[in-house]
């Protein structure tokens, strides 16, 4: 069974930093893209951003919103996938859902149940 | 940056059929994808690639998108598909990009 859990949220301080983990399990993870979606509350999606497995490069691409404030990374031999956020904006604050990529599209075809982060003075 | 316009509320009673839409431009040459989200809930792929489905999908949601406009249809509406639904996309100026959802409430 594919299970996807984030962990790391929590309270932050605007202008400080947070990393988010997203652990794996239930299928080989180093083959699979995998991203980040946030959801603010009472708001819809927004895509925040993708590292490609490392058959592809494990190349990353982001979301304007975040580019050259978060990073993704992934360590395929513990089945993890990292969201490093800085210079967080109260803005940021949202759930963040860790997200499987299907192989052959660009979709999400499975979800970790999402992790809150506020971020307030 | 790619919009994806989808309609805030759709109300159907159950049994009957429901049409969620997303408006794009020329979406008809993109892949649309549509997922589920239930209160509290994450959310769920009910739809890719325009009409396919997962598996453990009912055959109930299926999909269409030509022109300008994608649509999930939902038959035989029951009251366990109340839930938000969110169109996706992937477009070479914005990446992935989401529709605002569109809230489905069963009469």
């Known amino acids: 069974e594919v299970q996807l859990v984030e962990s790391g949220g929590g309270l932050v301080q605007p202008g400080r930093s947070l990393r988010l983990s997203c652990t794996a399990s239930?299928?080989?993870?180093?083959?699979?893209?995998m991203s980040w979606v946030r959801q603010a509350p009472g708001k819809g999606l927004e895509w925040v951003g993708f590292i490609r497995s490392k058959a592809y490069g494990g190349t990353t691409e982001y979301a304007a919103s975040v580019k050259g404030r978060f990073t993704i990374s992934r360590d395929d031999s513990k089945s993890i996938a990292y969201l490093q956020m800085n210079s967080l904006k109260t803005e940021d604050t949202a759930v963040y859902y860790c997200?499987?990529?299907?192989?052959?599209?660009?979709?999400?075809?499975?979800w970790g149940q999402g992790t809150l982060v506020t971020v307030s003075s | 940056s790619y919009v994806l316009t989808q309609p805030p509320s759709v109300s159907v009673a159950p049994g009957q059929t429901a049409r969620i839409t997303c408006g794009g431009n020329n979406i008809g040459s993109k892949s649309v994808h549509w997922y589920q989200q239930k209160p509290g809930q994450a959310p769920v792929l009910v739809v890719y690639d325009d009409s396919d489905r997962p598996s453990g999908i009912p055959e109930r949601f299926s999909g269409s998108n030509s022109g300008n406009t994608a649509t999930l249809t939902i038959s035989r509406v029951e009251a366990g598909d109340e839930a938000d639904y969110y169109c996706q996309v992937w477009d070479s100026s914005s990446d992935r990009v989401f529709g605002g959802g569109t809230k489905l409430t069963v009469l």
């Open positions: 239930g299928f080989t993870f180093g083959d699979y893209a």
């Open positions: 997200t499987r990529d299907i192989e052959t599209t660009d979709a999400f075809d499975y």
